[in-house]
């Protein structure tokens, strides 16, 4: 046995390690189930003790040698050779990353800084009830401000309709939470507009709504100020002009300064250079008892934008249209944005 252990060590010393033709079934002939080396483990086990002393040794060698042999050229050697027309050597085809939709963007961008001072984050439905979307918010039933958001009804159920603004959401938060209140909420509303590069009847707003003791005009003016200087610069000009909303009072818009450098600037701001981003006011009275808050104690704001009017001025897109078309030409221009 000692001899022909001796003899099998030579022979797999001196396989050539290039060759990889036959190594499985080299590998099958010495590792295999009823390969030589199992043989000769099973011939050990019924030697004499003697025997075993002189063999031990020289067999495991054996074992090792093959083992780091055939593993070797298993990782080294293993080439394979494909039968194939294909040219490995062109370059391969770019995997298309998607990027973040310029709306979504906007919109993370701007819950992020409310967050940072204390404002929490609220949904509500898409399809609203007339409560929600307007009676609760001092509109009821033939109140000529209806006429100001074109709704959409859902056919069979007068009472439904696509929510017009996300101050809907107000009202849900309130009927369910006491102040204080410090919320935003960001989602899509409906419209009955007709489609043009300003206009379409779906968009995307945030609401914003606080309500708490002792809340008054200066603390809305500083969380606009706030925000306005995050988003569009440290030195933007802005002014609060009179305004009306049902649920509000007083009412007022925000304007931000955008010049008047160029031809666009001038279509953009209609002449004036001044730009409306918001409405905003103090919750009204009549708001905060249709939802169950003592308004003797309580005073609190609202503000609401929209987001696609902020995404066009800060990306310089000219057609609203262009966000929901989904090209990807328009879309991957959006890459890597911070
Ligand atoms: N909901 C109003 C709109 O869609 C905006 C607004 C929100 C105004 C909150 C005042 C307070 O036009």
């Not at 099958?28 to 031990?56: P, Q, T």
Request: aromatic residues 10%; contains cysteine; hydrophobic residues 35%.
């Amino acid at each position: 046995m000692e001899q022909e252990i001796e003899k099998l060590k030579k022979e797999v010393l001196n396989f050539d390690e290039k060759d990889i033709s036959n190594l499985t079934e080299i590998r099958n002939r010495y590792l295999g189930k009823n390969g030589i080396l199992n043989k000769l483990f099973l011939e050990f086990k019924h030697l004499s003790i003697e025997d075993k002393k002189k063999v031990g040794a020289p067999l495991n060698e054996l074992k090792t040698i093959i083992n780091e042999k055939l593993n070797k050229n298993q990782k080294t050697n293993r080439v394979p050779k494909f039968k194939s027309n294909i040219d490995f050597t062109l370059p391969g085809v770019d995997e298309k990353i998607g990027s973040i939709h310029p709306i979504s963007h906007v919109t993370n961008k701007i819950i992020k800084m409310f967050r940072e001072v204390g404002f929490g984050l609220s949904s509500g439905p898409e399809i609203e009830d007339d409560w929600h979307n307007f009676t609760a918010l001092n509109m009821p039933e033939s109140h000529p401000a209806r006429d100001m958001q074109d709704t959409f009804f859902v056919s069979l159920q007068p009472d439904m309709m696509l929510r017009t603004h996300t101050s809907s959401v107000q009202v849900r938060y309130m009927e369910s939470n006491k102040p204080p209140i410090r919320i935003i909420s960001p989602g899509r509303v409906f419209r009955n507009e007709d489609i043009s590069a300003r206009s379409h009847c779906l968009f995307h707003q945030i609401e914003g709504l606080c309500v708490d003791e002792n809340i008054n005009f200066s603390d809305l003016k500083l969380i606009i100020k706030y925000f306005i200087n995050n988003l569009f610069g440290k030195n933007t000009k802005i002014r609060f002009r009179p305004s009306f909303f049902p649920f509000t009072e007083p009412s007022a818009e925000v304007d931000i300064f955008w010049g008047l450098n160029s031809e666009t600037d001038y279509r953009i701001t209609k002449g004036t250079g001044w730009l409306e981003i918001m409405g905003c006011g103090m919750v009204d009275p009549k708001v905060l008892k249709n939802v169950n808050i003592n308004p003797e104690k309580y005073s609190g704001y609202a503000f609401g934008m929209g987001i696609e009017r902020i995404a066009m001025l800060l990306y310089q897109i000219d057609d609203i249209r262009l966000f929901y078309e989904n090209d990807k030409r328009f879309l991957s221009q959006f890459k890597g944005l911070n």
